[in-house]
């Protein structure tokens, strides 16, 4: 059987981090690197695992990368606090790492996301597929400031069970991180020498909409479906204001 580690960031997670915890307390390790929380994050944490380790906040891909280089075993689950390893995942998991033959590299695992009490069935939200499960010597987070992946080497598989994402707390909490990930997308952005346009502010948000709310059917999902896509369409919007902001302070 080979083992498994789960590895986990933190700041400020005391709501969540118990939660997630106790479905991956089933692993063989866990490891949580945290960003000096000024909660009880850490506390709670040390309660399931000796390996809590404190880093100060670089960003998201570097923080995943220590946790990865923290964690002693052969396979590694990357799960956020939010997140919660499902019954049906983890039977799927240990009958994978229990086969005695494994062919793939790493393994894509869909996310069920709940908005505000409900499990969002459309808008591109199901099945959200990320690469979580995978082979520590075989792959490594590319570095970004923001929506980083798991870059893994060789070949890959796709799970049926998921993960349970319980992603905003409500919608001030949606708003505060639309504000957070769109300034820095549109930092990275900026330094890739991505400009805005009149066409970026007027289409790519009703792009966006469109897409959500009709091409992948966000209107099933009643006011909940229709609130996601306007969100959706606002995070772009907003992304591409800052990365405007940007450039006029360059100029300046």
């Not at 790492?97 to 969002?120: D, M, Q, T």
Request: proline share 2%.
């Amino acid at each position: 059987m080979s083992k498994l580690s789960v590895v986990i960031i933190t700041y400020n997670e005391e709501e969540n981090i118990r939660g997630c915890l106790e479905s991956a307390n089933w692993s063989d390790e866990i490891v949580v690197v945290d960003s000096f929380s000024t909660d009880r994050t850490v506390e709670i944490a040390r309660e399931f695992t000796p390996n809590v380790f404190q880093n100060r906040w670089t960003n998201f891909s570097q923080q995943k990368n220590l946790a990865l280089e923290k964690a002693s075993n052969e396979w590694v689950l990357n799960v956020d606090a939010d997140e919660r390893v499902t019954p049906e995942l983890k039977k799927e998991i240990l009958r994978i790492l229990n086969s005695g033959f494994i062919s793939a590299n790493g393994y894509y695992i869909p996310l069920r996301n709940h908005y505000l009490g409900k499990w969002i069935r459309h808008c591109g939200w199901y099945p959200d597929y990320h690469l979580r499960l995978f082979r520590k010597g075989k792959g490594r987070f590319n570095e970004r400031t923001v929506h980083e992946s798991v870059i893994v080497e060789g070949k890959k598989g796709y799970l049926k069970s998921h993960l349970q994402h319980f992603s905003y707390k409500n919608l001030s909490d949606h708003l505060a991180r639309i504000d957070k990930y769109a300034a820095l997308t549109a930092q990275e952005m900026h330094g890739r020498g991505k400009r805005t346009t009149a066409f970026d502010l007027l289409f790519r948000p009703l792009a966006r909409f469109i897409r959500m709310y009709l091409i992948k059917r966000g209107f099933l999902d009643g006011i909940y479906g229709l609130i996601v896509s306007l969100m959706g369409s606002f995070y772009v919007f907003i992304k591409y204001v800052k990365l405007w902001e940007l450039s006029k302070r360059k100029i300046r």
